[in-house]
T-cell receptor, first 109, second 112 residues
Framework: DAKTTQPNSMESNEEEPVHLPCNHS???????IHWYRQLPSQGPEYVIH???SNVNNRMASLAIAEDRKSSTLILHRATLRDAAVYYC??????????FGAGTRLTVKP | ETGVTQTPRHLVMGMTNKKSLKCEQH?????MYWYKQSAKKPLELMFV???????ENNSVPSRFSPECPNSSHLFLHLHTLQPEDSALYLC???????????FGPGTRLTVL
């Protein structure tokens, strides 16, 4: 399975943008890049996913490098409720999701 | 009720007990999953069901026995567990195997 590498933790100030990086240098052409997050005492929730082009939704934006070996999840204005563990996952069609350790985001008021 | 629900939310059991975890989804999804989340370890996929058929058993010990009677319900039967099986057990569902997964809140299991 292609592997992802994320920083263990990051800090952000409330109402400021947050850029969460993910390296996936062994990504294959059929791997989609998925992001999930897990808030305290909850199950993970889907955030966004993409293949080659940058993606935007109501929760976040996903910027994918041209060579697809890295990507960045962008939260445009962090709130205290965005404090969570963020997981970057590579997934080919119909393949299982393999979670790593993720990045623990702390948002300071 | 909408979304993915799991019962019980908390369970304490002895090593000789038999118990079952229940997961239910009212989203019309066809795939359901069991994950295990131990302290200080990443989420581990345990079982995958697609249209009630098991498509993956991720080398899970036989003391964990899944059951999927229909696409809306998923059970995890537990017997003769070990203390190291204490963890958060998460259920998820998706429309198809390739779609985004929706997770339940989990069952916090403690084995004494």
């Amino acid at each position: 399975d292609a592997k992802t590498t994320q920083p263990n933790s990051m800090e952000s100030n409330e109402e400021e943008p947050v850029h969460l990086p993910c390296n996936h240098s062994t990504i294959s052409g059929t791997d989609y890049i998925h992001w999930y997050r897990q808030l305290p005492s909850q199950g993970p929730e889907y955030v966004i996913h993409g293949l080659t082009s940058n993606v935007n939704n109501r929760m976040a934006s996903l910027a994918i490098a041209e060579d697809r070996k890295s990507s960045t999840l962008i939260l445009h204005r962090a709130t205290l409720r965005d404090a969570a563990v963020y997981y970057c996952i590579l997934r080919a069609n119909n393949n299982d999701m393999r979670f790593g350790a993720g990045t623990r985001l702390t948002v300071k008021p | 009720e909408t979304g993915v629900t799991q019962t019980p939310r908390h369970l304490v059991m002895g090593m000789t007990n038999k118990k079952s975890l229940k997961c239910e989804q009212h989203l019309g999804h066809n795939a359901m999953y069991w994950y295990k989340q131990s302290a200080k370890k990443p989420l581990e996929l345990m079982f995958v069901y697609n249209f009630k058929e098991q498509t993956e058993n991720n080398s899970v010990p036989s003391r964990f026995s899944p059951e999927c009677p229909n696409s809306s319900h998923l059970f995890l039967h537990l017997h003769t567990l070990q203390p190291e099986d204490s963890a958060l057990y998460l259920c998820a569902s998706s429309v198809r195997l390739s779609n985004e997964q929706f997770f339940g809140p989990g069952t916090r299991l403690t084995v004494l």
